[in-house]
Nanobody, 117 residues
């Protein structure tokens, strides 16, 4: 079992930046992959970005490519999402996810990101 705690959300103006963090309760060396997903009101949860812990390979949703960057700090057991050039349509609750080598999957509680002037 692993607990994930997101932080860093908030209100930002269009064109601004935010960095989200996801702290894992145990070493992420035992985790296969981690990722960020988001869900806007009335919409389904969608992929934002994922990263393979062992080799750092990344994957991004089309709507965030070139603006968002996912990274991990294995020493700190933390996942990050740097979000630049934010748009109103990026407004959503952002969730951290991890997948273990045993097929397990865990989610954080989410952090709200609001992009508005």
């Amino acid at each position: 079992q692993v607990q994930l705690v997101e932080s860093g959300g908030g209100l930002v103006q269009p064109g601004g930046s935010l960095r989200l963090s996801c702290a894992a309760s145990r070493s992420i060396f035992s985790i296969a992959a981690m990722g960020w997903y988001r869900q806007a009101p009335g919409k389904e949860r969608e992929l934002v970005a994922t990263i393979v812990i062992s080799d750092g390979r990344t994957n991004y949703g089309d709507s965030v490519k070139g603006r968002f960057t996912i990274s991990r700090d294995s020493a700190r057991n933390t996942l990050y999402l740097q979000m630049n050039s934010l748009k109103p349509e990026d407004t959503a609750v952002y969730y951290c996810n991890c997948n273990g080598y045993d097929g397990s999957s865990h989610w954080g509680q989410g952090t709200q990101v609001t992009v508005s002037s």
